[in-house]
């Protein structure tokens, strides 16, 4: 498969986690949990299907990169990581959605720049 296939695959990827973790952040911010949910499991299902395929999409572009593992891909992994996790707090604390929410935009947008710059 091609680069950009894989481009294509890992950004729609990246929009799917980000619908989803915006869902589960408007619940919580208006004062939800994951037992008030009704689409608690659908939110949670698409979050990891999302994470699976940015992680293999991504994987493919360092392939197809052939760069190795640098420190921005490193780092990257990270955040990969701490989206994951993200889901955890926003189905428990009600009400704390705006400030998740703030710190996954921080996040995507640190991702955004690691990609476009590569800076280590």
Request: hydrophobic fraction near 60%; charged fraction near 10%.
């Amino acid at each position: 498969m091609s680069y950009e296939f894989y481009k294509v695959l890992h950004l729609a990827g990246i929009m799917a986690l980000f619908l989803s973790l915006g869902a589960a952040a408007l619940h919580s911010a208006l004062g939800g949990t994951k037992g008030t949910n009704p689409r608690h499991k659908a939110i949670v299902a698409a979050h990891g299907v999302a994470l699976a395929v940015i992680l293999v999409a991504g994987f493919g572009m360092i392939a197809k990169l052939g760069v190795g593992f640098p420190g921005w891909v490193l780092v990257k992994l990270v955040i990969w990581l701490l989206l994951g996790a993200a889901i955890a707090p926003l189905s428990r604390w009600a009400g704390k959605g705006g400030t998740v929410a703030i710190g996954v935009f921080v996040l995507g947008a640190l991702a955004a720049w690691l990609a476009v710059a590569k800076p280590f």
